[in-house]
């Protein structure tokens, strides 16, 4: 295909997944995360693999001058992004309001709606002044429904759900699609994360049912990017078959 894919947060889970994808369908890709290590190992293993053009940029993307530089400061060829994936995301903690820690609330917010945020910023003027690209947000069911303690990580995915919206209505008249996945439970980094290393927390999230595999979500990145020109897939959710609902996960 020789696309220019822009896959955030392309370390672990859903975004090394997507990467892989995009990657054996012969794309050219630019791919962040803050751990240089495994970002550097990935690229390599995919431009041997794949016979591809991998750009490894190490960024957070809080920081919103990290975010500007590193989009500025890519060579012209490379400006020529088709897909922006803004996937770099997390929750940290679970707990009532009330006892909430503000450090994570903060970690949250900066990451999933503000450096959602500078990314589109930066990258969709791009896609502006060609006519064409496509935007694809990773949300959660958690911004769609609310759950017991997710308070402020179901808030920054709300807040993903509206600004996914709202950038697509201002992107329409530039001919640019712009989507929305929101997967529910998937089993990768992310309740390490959530739970600061606590394994055993973290394992019990997906013990007694076949949850989403990052593979799952990469296949479903890919597939809303294969559609015609004409058509857009606004937004999708995906669960596993036992899941049900935010909060309901049929458990044998
Ligand atoms: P992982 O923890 O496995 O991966 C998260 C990725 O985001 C890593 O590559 C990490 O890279 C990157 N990242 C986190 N913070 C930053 C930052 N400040 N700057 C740059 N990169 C960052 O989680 P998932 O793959 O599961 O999550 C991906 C997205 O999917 C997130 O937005 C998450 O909210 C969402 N999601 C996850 C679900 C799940 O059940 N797993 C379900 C629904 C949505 P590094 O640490 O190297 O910076
Ligand atoms: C991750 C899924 O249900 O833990 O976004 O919020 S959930």
């Avoid at 958690?142 to 993903?160: D, F, I, T």
Wanted: glycine share 8%.
């Amino acid at each position: 295909m020789n696309k220019i894919i822009f896959i955030t947060g392309a370390t672990a889970g859903f975004g090394q997944a997507i990467a892989r994808k995009f990657a054996e369908n012969g794309n050219n890709l630019i791919i962040t995360g803050r751990r240089k290590i495994l970002l550097e190992e990935l690229a390599k293993e995919l431009i041997t693999t794949f016979d591809i053009e991998v750009l490894p940029l190490c960024f957070d993307v809080r920081k919103l001058e990290e975010v500007e530089s590193a989009i500025e400061a890519l060579p012209v060829k490379w400006k020529k992004i088709d897909v922006l994936v803004n996937n770099a995301g997390l929750a940290v903690g679970l707990n009532p309001i009330h006892e909430g820690v503000v450090d994570d609330w903060e970690r949250m917010i900066d990451t999933n709606v503000k450096g959602l945020l500078y990314m589109t910023r930066f990258v969709s003027p791009l896609m502006v002044a060609r006519k064409q690209g496509h935007i694809i947000n990773i949300g959660s069911i958690a911004g769609r429904e609310v759950y017991p303690m997710g308070n402020v990580y179901c808030g920054s995915k709300y807040a993903v759900d509206a600004i996914t919206k709202g950038t697509r209505i201002d992107l329409v008249s530039h001919n640019i699609k712009v989507t929305q996945i929101a997967p529910g439970a998937a089993n990768t980094e992310f309740s390490m994360v959530r739970f600061k290393g606590d394994k055993s927390r973290a394992d019990n999230v997906y013990i007694g049912y076949e949850p989403l595999s990052a593979v799952d979500i990469a296949e479903t990145v890919y597939y809303v990017t294969t559609l015609p020109a004409h058509v857009n897939i606004n937004d999708l959710v995906l669960m596993p078959t036992a899941q049900a609902s935010a909060v309901n996960i049929h458990k044998e």
